[in-house]
């Protein structure tokens, strides 16, 4: 790979190198923002790209200018987050149809079976609420229907359901409250 000077890559010192980062990144974030709609991907996006010409700087061809390469190498990176995305967004999709397609309701889905206990918890402070509570939290956390879509489905007024909401978030509160500190450490794993 030769820099725009026609010098191997391998050759290309650091300041030289950081120098290119600094031309070049703004634009390519730019770039990359407008493709994946997300300032922070986008960055991580650069960042990488970047990084990997760092690390095989001497095994690189480059056929085009090093800021015709910097764009493809962003695009190309651009595209597969997002084929990776949409990949990710399927799998929890099919395991939300799953857990619905067997009845059980479960909210703790994110932790995978890591605590029954918890689950079971989870499970019983459910059975506590009365059905109509139940039924649009279960539409609202499961479903994430939007309060609005839950008054029309069910005939009831949005501020039944944000009367009903608020019943159920106080009774998982108190019911699930030894279990705070373990739910939090299980999401902030994920």
Not at 16 to 31: G, Q, R
Request: glycine residues 4%; aromatic residues 8%.
């Amino acid at each position: 790979m030769e820099n725009q000077d026609g010098l191997p890559v391998e050759r290309v010192d650091e300041h030289t190198f950081e120098a290119v980062f600094k031309d070049h990144f703004k634009s390519l974030h730019t770039y990359a923002n407008v493709i994946l709609k997300d300032s922070d991907e986008a960055e991580e996006i650069v960042q990488t790209v970047f990084l990997k010409l760092w690390e095989k700087r001497g095994m690189i061809k480059i056929n085009t200018s090093l800021k015709a390469y910097l764009y493809k190498s962003v695009y190309y990176d651009s595209l597969n987050h997002i084929k990776h995305q949409k990949v990710k967004m399927k799998h929890r999709e099919q395991k939300q149809y799953e857990t619905t397609q067997n009845g059980s309701v479960e909210a703790v889905d994110v932790m995978e079976g890591q605590d029954e206990e918890l689950n079971s918890r989870f499970q019983q402070a459910l059975r506590l609420l009365p059905e109509k509570c139940r039924t649009v939290f279960h539409l609202s956390r499961f479903e994430e229907l939007k309060y609005q879509e839950i008054a029309q489905k069910m005939g009831i007024s949005i501020k039944t359901v944000e009367a009903h909401m608020g019943k159920a978030l106080k009774t998982l509160r108190l019911e699930l409250a030894e279990f705070l500190p373990l739910i939090l450490m299980l999401i902030i794993e994920h």
